[in-house]
């Protein structure tokens, strides 16, 4: 029993598409809230989880809803397609609002002016606001007027140009200031942004669980968690990629924090479509998942008319149990994972002054490498040991990064990232394959909307949470915030029993022969 590598890759093509689109989305979506529209990192989280409310019903909607799709293409190709599609657009156009709200700020977005400087300070200089680290100061009292224009987003340190601290903690907190005054005076932009994004959103949700539930639909149940590393690792291919135009573009730099997105955004969509056209001119779904049910009932994997169409067997009660106890560590240790990937540009800008797309980038590259390994280590010792592992492994990461800051060795704060590219890829190379194991072929879209559900709730309340805590205690509770979740994940996943994976139907020698060593 051999995994086929070459169709895997050739199906992570939509999850390479996927993976593209949200590490622009994580990565852009906040800075573009805070920076151009003002928002506090609450009420940009409260925006962030507007989006992923919709999911939390679309999802395993058009999951179910393409298990019972019989069009000539494949139960989910036609979702794939016309989702990407249509998101694909819709990024494109989302550029072109944030170059208009840039415009309505224009007279304190340009960076390191005297006038835009000057112009802040004299509607600002009465006011309170906060660091990023969380301290309150009214900049009249903290800056004359000369002094305030006279700073710069970078200063020259031991020969080199480093960003100036009173840039990040003070101007930058002003012009946010400035920036959501002027956008409660016209909100058009704001609520026209929002609307947006709620589209982009269905538009994902129509293929998304689609997309992920494609890879159990071709595969063999004991394969599952190789394939589900292959195409991760396709997944993290697609954000590398992002994260590399990130670099291009300079998206981190605090002199491109009010930048115009529209070329970055437009080589995404481009990257989007292109992933689809590969996708649609070698991927046959009909004729791949006609061959794994006929191999599945060979091997006694299923009973004949068990992978069709429609719905499966029902749960046991203990099966039931595990069920909701991993659907509930997923819940937690998106809380946490999350957390980092929504806030970490933001967090990385004003606390560590680093370059985000670096370091995300050599998380990226930490999971691509352990990908396959995890998914051969998990087809031995088991899926479920495998993810606990990763679960210790991401509450230490997140647990060390806690004690870093802008003094702290890059290298350090790399290698943590590393570590936690490592541990999620060990958690997510068996959390899904778990999931759909507990159910028929016929219902592995819907359990695939389980599993994004669960996902997804987190989404929804973690950016909110985790953005009320940094306005009120500052940014630096991130990681601890974040490792106290995954630390819960831990203890809940213990009581998981079922969705391991199943032996192999051969015995003795014949096994032997098919294991894929």
Same mark, same amino acid.
């Given at each position: 029993?051999?995994?086929?590598?070459?169709?895997?890759?050739?199906?992570?093509?939509?999850?390479?598409?996927?993976?593209?689109?949200?590490?622009?989305?994580?990565?852009?979506?906040?800075?573009?809230?805070?920076?151009?529209?003002?928002? /506090?990192?609450?009420?940009?989280?409260?925006?962030?989880?507007?989006?992923?409310?919709?999911?939390?019903?679309?999802?395993?909607?058009?999951? !179910?809803?393409?298990?019972?799709?019989?069009?000539?293409?494949?139960?989910?190709?036609?979702?794939?397609?016309?989702?990407?599609?249509?998101?694909?657009?819709?990024?494109?156009?989302?550029?072109?609002?944030?170059?208009?709200?840039?415009?309505?700020?224009?007279? #304190?977005?340009?960076?390191?002016?005297?006038?835009?400087?000057?112009?802040?300070?004299?509607?600002?200089?009465?006011?309170?606001?906060?660091?990023?680290?969380?301290?309150?100061?009214?900049?009249?009292?903290?800056?004359?007027?000369?002094?305030?224009?006279?700073?710069?987003?970078?200063?020259?340190?031991?020969?080199?140009?480093? $960003?100036?601290?009173?840039?990040?903690?003070?101007? #930058?907190?002003?012009?946010?200031?400035?920036?959501?005054?002027?956008?409660?005076?016209?909100?058009?932009?704001?609520?026209? /942004?929002?609307?947006?994004?709620?589209?982009?959103?269905?538009?994902?949700?129509?293929?998304?669980?689609?997309?992920?539930?494609?890879?159990?639909?071709?595969?063999?149940?004991?394969?599952?968690?190789?394939?589900?590393?292959?195409?991760?690792?396709?997944?993290?291919?697609?954000?590398?990629?992002?994260?590399?135009?990130?670099?291009?573009?300079?998206?981190?730099?605090?002199?491109?924090?009010?930048?115009?997105?529209?070329?970055?955004?437009?080589?995404?969509?481009?990257?989007?479509?292109?992933?689809?056209?590969?996708?649609?001119?070698?991927?046959?779904?009909?004729?791949?998942?006609?061959?794994?049910?006929?191999?599945?009932?060979?091997?006694?994997?299923?009973?004949?008319?068990?992978?069709?169409?429609?719905?499966?067997?029902?749960?046991?009660?203990?099966?039931?149990? /595990?069920?909701?106890?991993?659907?509930?560590?997923?819940?937690?240790?998106?809380?946490?994972?999350?957390?980092?990937?929504?806030?970490?540009?933001?967090?990385?800008?004003?606390?560590?002054?680093?370059?985000?797309?670096?370091?995300?980038?050599?998380?990226?590259?930490?999971?691509?490498?352990?990908?396959?390994?995890?998914?051969?280590?998990?087809?031995?010792?088991?899926?479920?040991?495998?993810?606990?592992?990763?679960?210790?492994?991401?509450?230490?990461?997140?647990?060390?990064?806690?004690?870093?800051?802008?003094? /702290?060795? $890059?290298?350090?704060?790399?290698?943590?990232? !590393?570590?936690?590219?490592?541990?999620? !890829?060990?958690?997510?190379?068996?959390?899904?394959?778990?999931? #759909?194991?507990?159910?028929?072929?016929?219902?592995?879209?819907? %359990?695939?909307?389980? %599993?994004?559900?669960?996902?997804?709730?987190?989404?929804?309340?973690?950016?909110?949470?985790?953005?009320?805590?940094?306005?009120?205690?500052?940014?630096? #509770?991130?990681?601890?915030?974040?490792?106290?979740?995954?630390?819960?994940?831990?203890?809940?996943?213990?009581?998981?029993?079922?969705?391991?994976?199943?032996?192999?139907?051969?015995?003795?020698?014949?096994?032997?022969?098919?294991?894929?060593?």
């Amino acid at each position: 029993m051999k995994l086929n590598y070459k169709r895997t890759i050739l199906v992570g093509f939509a999850f390479f598409l996927i993976c593209a689109f949200w590490q622009a989305y994580d990565n852009t979506i906040p800075l573009i809230l805070t920076n151009k529209f003002g928002m /506090s990192q609450a009420w940009s989280g409260v925006i962030m989880a507007l989006d992923n409310i919709l999911a939390l019903f679309l999802l395993p909607l058009f999951g !179910a809803i393409s298990d019972r799709c019989t069009s000539r293409r494949g139960r989910r190709t036609p979702f794939i397609v016309i989702g990407t599609l249509i998101a694909a657009v819709l990024l494109i156009v989302l550029s072109f609002v944030d170059s208009a709200q840039l415009r309505h700020i224009r007279d #304190v977005s340009t960076i390191d002016d005297p006038q835009a400087l000057e112009t802040i300070y004299e509607r600002e200089s009465g006011s309170t606001l906060i660091t990023p680290a969380g301290q309150k100061f009214v900049l009249g009292e903290k800056f004359t007027l000369e002094e305030f224009t006279a700073i710069r987003s970078q200063i020259t340190q031991d020969g080199e140009m480093v $960003t100036n601290p009173d840039y990040t903690n003070y101007v #930058v907190p002003a012009r946010q200031a400035c920036a959501w005054q002027a956008t409660a005076e016209s909100p058009t932009t704001l609520v026209f /942004s929002i609307v947006l994004l709620l589209m982009i959103l269905v538009s994902m949700a129509v293929f998304r669980s689609p997309a992920v539930a494609l890879m159990p639909d071709v595969t063999l149940k004991p394969l599952r968690s190789k394939a589900n590393a292959v195409i991760n690792l396709m997944g993290s291919a697609g954000g590398i990629l992002v994260l590399i135009l990130g670099m291009v573009f300079a998206t981190s730099a605090v002199r491109n924090s009010l930048m115009s997105y529209t070329g970055y955004f437009g080589i995404i969509a481009a990257v989007m479509l292109a992933a689809l056209v590969v996708f649609m001119l070698t991927v046959r779904e009909p004729e791949w998942a006609a061959e794994m049910r006929e191999q599945s009932v060979a091997l006694g994997l299923e009973e004949s008319g068990e992978n069709g169409e429609g719905g499966g067997r029902r749960l046991s009660m203990d099966e039931i149990k /595990s069920l909701v106890f991993i659907l509930l560590s997923i819940v937690l240790w998106f809380f946490g994972y999350n957390a980092v990937t929504s806030k970490y540009s933001v967090y990385a800008s004003n606390i560590l002054h680093k370059d985000y797309n670096l370091t995300l980038i050599i998380a990226q590259a930490a999971a691509i490498v352990a990908y396959l390994p995890v998914g051969f280590i998990a087809s031995k010792v088991g899926r479920k040991k495998t993810i606990l592992a990763g679960v210790l492994m991401l509450t230490a990461a997140f647990t060390v990064a806690s004690f870093l800051n802008a003094s /702290s060795p $890059t290298m350090l704060m790399n290698a943590m990232f !590393a570590l936690a590219g490592i541990a999620w !890829a060990t958690i997510n190379v068996n959390s899904f394959p778990m999931v #759909v194991e507990m159910c028929s072929g016929g219902d592995v879209g819907k %359990y695939t909307g389980f %599993y994004y559900t669960a996902s997804m709730a987190a989404q929804v309340a973690t950016p909110m949470l985790s953005g009320l805590l940094m306005d009120k205690l500052g940014m630096h #509770v991130l990681f601890p915030y974040a490792a106290a979740f995954t630390a819960l994940a831990f203890v809940t996943m213990l009581f998981v029993r079922h969705g391991d994976s199943r032996p192999e139907a051969k015995k003795g020698l014949d096994a032997l022969e098919d294991m894929d060593n």
